[in-house]
């Protein structure tokens, strides 16, 4: 028992591992509560900027007020990057000039553009006016390639060398730079018209002899990212070739900046998880900290649309109505194969959704795919008919009836299991985000196949 005692412990333990600590949250809001700066900055020093960007989502809106006003100068403009979009503005309107000037001016110029980007005007005028005209100039530059690009993606700060360069030459140059980028990775070789031609790794720099030529110890795997790339194909390609980070290239092919590996992830989980709001039918915009009236307004299409669905789905069962009548038991059971139907199509459906954002199904193989998944609909529909045709016999003592729905259970998990995979792949090739609209395709295809292939077998067979 007491081994058992401890592994729950421990598993408790390792759940809320990267979680706050409600005691220490609570002790923050006191201090607010009595007003006592100084608490208040003892108890926010050990935290990390995602944790206070967390605290300041989980309380409500008058407590971040007055959390925020003070903690005063002593917001950090890290916790600006890593709060939600949606608050951004919320919370930047409630900083004091001085104190927001001060904090973006820590920031990268990457940072900076992801926080400006969505902003009002007045916000963002606020922020590029506490930018030093160079460090402006760059945001500005980034801000005017397209949303949801690699221009805006990419940091404007970048190591680069000579690609005649030693070790020393290198070594020398960085120990005398007045400003570097506070992460950096590589050591970007470029020709004399400053376009790319290797990366150097600092840990192979650190390694070698001063005299040792740069081009020597380049990486093999090289790749530069064109400024307009779509930020999606930018995280699929340091997801893909194990990047760490990659330079950013013009039209002419010169470096104009770099995308580092934390911002590439970034994209790859918001991009997983608008993919699983979508799924799901909710709005990718949809956050823990809006008001009722947002979030009903959000999900309020969605629910009109699978309303949409469930009418067409009815629609079916009224022209069997007779039927149902006559045979009660076929009210009873029909909602089995529908459901079975909609639960098959929508597994399928998920992995089909994300293979194709992971660009693993494509035209080579997704008639391999397609046959796999009718043949797994297939034995699924035969096991599960074997086990309903056998409820139908004994609940309702019907040889027949078992028959019927051993039939419908077949037909509908084998379309279940097409269409899951054929929707969202007609769908992208018309160009429509797979993620969004195959949900209410794939539940409006299984419902009806369902209801058609169980009632009209019922009408043939049983009357």
């Avoid at 979680?19 to 900055?41: C, F, G, H, P, T």
């Avoid at 995602?50 to 006003?69: G, K, P, S």
């Avoid at 947002?294 to 999900?299: F, G, I, L």
């Avoid at 097409?418 to 409006?444: H, M, Q, R, W, Y």
């Amino acid at each position: 028992m007491a081994n058992e005692s401890d592994t729950v412990v421990a598993e408790a333990e390792r759940d809320d591992a990267y979680v706050l600590d409600r005691k220490a949250v609570s002790q923050i809001l006191y201090a607010v509560d009595v007003e006592d700066r100084d608490q208040l900055v003892t108890l926010m020093e050990p935290l990390h900027a995602a944790d206070i960007a967390d605290l300041l989502e989980q309380v409500n809106a008058f407590d971040r007020m007055r959390l925020i006003r003070l903690y005063g100068q002593e917001f950090d403009g890290d916790i600006l990057s890593e709060l939600d979009e949606t608050l951004r503005e919320e919370v930047i309107g409630i900083l004091r000039p001085e104190v927001l000037a001060e904090a973006v001016r820590e920031l990268d110029s990457d940072d900076v553009v992801d926080l400006i980007e969505d902003l009002g005007d007045t916000e963002r005028d606020a922020i590029l006016g506490a930018l030093e005209a160079g460090d402006r100039a760059a945001v500005q530059q980034s801000l005017s390639y397209p949303e949801f690009s690699a221009g805006r993606l990419m940091q404007r700060e970048v190591v680069m060398a000579p690609e005649h360069w030693n070790v020393g030459d290198a070594i020398d140059y960085m120990r005398n730079a007045d400003h570097l980028p506070e992460q950096f990775y590589h050591i970007v070789l470029v020709d004399p018209k400053l376009r790319p031609v290797a990366n150097v790794t600092l840990g192979r720099l650190m390694a070698s002899r001063r005299d040792v030529l740069l081009r020597s110890i380049a990486e093999e795997t090289f790749h530069t990212i064109p400024a307009t790339r779509d930020e999606g194909e930018v995280a699929y390609a340091f997801n893909q070739y194990h990047l760490i980070s990659a330079p950013v290239v013009d039209e002419n092919e010169r470096l104009v900046g770099m995308i580092t590996i934390d911002d590439a992830m970034a994209v790859l989980d918001e991009e997983n998880e608008e993919d699983i709001l979508r799924l799901a039918g909710v709005d990718e915009e949809s956050r823990l900290s809006d008001t009722v009236v947002d979030t009903t307004k959000r999900r309020f299409p969605w629910l009109a649309v699978n309303l949409v669905t469930a009418v067409m789905a009815s629609l079916v069962i009224a022209q069997f109505e007779a039927a149902i009548a006559q045979v009660v038991a076929l009210a009873v059971l029909m909602p089995i194969v529908a459901s079975m139907g909609g639960n098959a199509g929508t597994q399928s459906l998920t992995v089909a959704v994300r293979a194709l954002a992971t660009k693993d199904l494509t035209g080579a193989n997704v008639w391999r795919v397609v046959r796999r998944e009718v043949a797994v609909g297939l034995v699924n529909g035969i096991a599960f008919a074997i086990i309903m045709s056998i409820v139908g016999i004994v609940w309702f003592g019907s040889l027949a009836l078992g028959g019927v729905i051993a039939a419908a259970m077949i037909i509908n998990l084998v379309v279940a299991g097409l269409a899951g995979i054929v929707i969202p792949v007609a769908l992208e090739k018309l160009g429509v985000d797979p993620a969004l609209a195959s949900g209410a395709f794939v539940t409006t295809v299984t419902d009806v196949v369902g209801f058609f292939a169980f009632l009209g077998l019922a009408v043939i067979v049983l009357l």
